[in-house]
């Protein structure tokens, strides 16, 4: 499905404001899925604020990026 600029910058304003929402959350809120908002952050240069971390159970987490 074809979204216009607007909505896509809308969206990526949601994932990056003040009260910023994860890709997650705001697919579950706008019917868009997880892999085209997070794309569209990719697109826009916006690093990810969060990485993968492994732990000690193996399970697979995602976790907040600590500040250089």
Request: positive net charge.
């Amino acid at each position: 499905m074809p979204y216009s600029q607007m909505f896509k910058h809308k969206m990526i304003q949601k994932m990056i404001g003040p009260d910023a929402l994860s890709a997650t959350a705001l697919a579950k809120q706008v019917d868009v899925p997880q892999v085209t908002l997070s794309k569209w952050l990719r697109k826009a240069g916006i690093p990810s604020r969060y990485v993968l971390e492994r732990q000690h159970n193996g399970n697979i987490t995602m976790v907040p990026k600590t500040p250089n």
